[in-house]
């Protein structure tokens, strides 16, 4: 994996991202296969368990003792354990991580993470209806996988992308903003988008004005040591290309339901000089997720790299906004979300 790190540095911003895929689907799932056929309980447990102990790349930020997590799982598996009796104890083991990219897969049943769950859909900071009705209405425009319509009296162009896995070219993007080319900028909202594609991430950046900036560093584990990474990789802002930027004021909305691609890109965006960051903060899941097989016929999968903002401050479990904006109920009451409001406010002011 070193040498790869090493063909990485040398490649583009993209190339890295889908090199990144790559590396791991290819090389680290191979390492991940058992090395013999034991399907026993016992063996099941231990193999689930030494995996994570030398691949997974965020003890330090979860703060998880995973020799405990060991000692209080591992004396409740014996020769008896039936199937369903143990993916309870390993969604358990894997549970204590409180990691949206670890994941059990059995035979009928999948386990991921509870906290993100609850995370998303009980501290939400955003109303569907309230900006369906309110903000898209039914005369809205739908390009790809973005939603938009003018708001403000048509002095805002409000975009709503709720998932990483949907369409998001730059002939998209540019279609949106040709639309209403009065407007004074962008409202974007990836509020409860739970990730997808990286592709989709660098598209969009290609459209907003690049400096070159440094976006983060990464490293990828390639050691059993919990501390054990390779070298960091500089990770810089993508070129427009032939783009034309977007450098009118661009607003992007994020609340704890963003995860995955949709962190990475709020972390990213921080550092572009037309964009301000608001409502909540995001649920993190920065790192690339990799996985393989266990003896039984069961699949698994966790983070096996790390990314560090320019700050130094790994954000894994949630990239903070500039602007704290918590969603108003007595707002959502009247059919209005203060956030896109505010929003919509700092574009305005900023024109004036």
């Known amino acids: 994996m070193h040498s790869s790190n090493q063909a990485i540095m040398h490649s583009s911003i993209k190339a890295f991202a889908l090199l ?9 799932e191979k390492i991940f296969m058992p090395k013999d056929g034991d399907a026993s309980p016992e063996a099941v447990f231990e ?30 598996v014996n020769g008896k354990t039936g199937d369903d009796q143990l993916f309870a104890i390993l969604h358990k083991m894997l549970n ?4 949206g990219h670890v994941d ?9 993470s509870e906290a993100i769950f609850l995370q998303r859909y009980g501290n939400g900071n955003f109303d569907l209806n309230t900006v369906a009705l309110t903000y898209l209405r039914p005369d809205h425009h739908t390009t790809g996988g973005m939603s938009y319509n003018s708001i403000a009296d048509g002095e805002v162009l409000y975009i709503r992308y ?10 998209q993007f540019k279609k949106a903003v040709s639309r209403f080319p009065d407007a004074k900028g962008i409202v974007f909202d990836i509020r409860q988008n739970g ?37 960091p990789v500089a990770v810089f802002a993508p070129s427009t ?8 004021p661009f607003v992007l909305l994020t609340d704890r339901g963003c995860y995955s691609a949709a962190s990475a890109f709020a972390l990213c965006l921080k550092t572009y000089r037309n964009v301000t960051v608001m409502g909540d903060t995001t649920a993190g899941g920065l790192a690339i997720p990799s996985g393989g097989a ?14 560090l903002a320019n700050d130094g401050v790994n954000y894994e479990n949630g990239v903070p906004p500039h602007q704290v904006v918590p969603l108003d109920p007595a707002a959502v009451a009247i059919h209005r979300d203060n956030i896109i409001d505010s929003a919509c406010r700092l574009i305005l002011n900023a024109a004036h």
């Not at 204590?96 to 990691?99: A, F, I, K, N, R």
């Open 241 to 248: 290309g032939d783009n034309t930027p977007y450098s009118k």
């Open 104 to 112: 059990l897969w059995g035979n009928d049943d999948v386990a991921s």
């Open 162 to 171: 709720g998932s990483f896995s949907s369409s998001a070219t730059a002939d």
């Open 20 to 28: 990144a895929l790559t590396l791991l689907t290819c090389s680290c």
């Open 47 to 76: 193999y689930l368990w030494r995996q994570v102990d030398e691949h997974y790349s965020l003890f330090d930020v979860k703060a998880v003792d995973w020799q405990a997590v060991y000692d209080s799982l591992r004396p409740q």
């Open 294 to 307: 266990l003896a039984n016929g069961w699949y698994y999968r966790f983070g096996v790299s790390r990314i």
């Open 195 to 231: 990730g997808g594609s990286i592709q989709n991430e660098w598209n969009l950046m290609e459209m907003l004005p690049s400096d070159g900036q440094l976006l983060y560093t990464t490293q990828l584990k390639n050691g059993p040591g919990h501390d054990d990474f390779g070298d």
């Open 96 to 99: 204590t991580l409180d990691d």
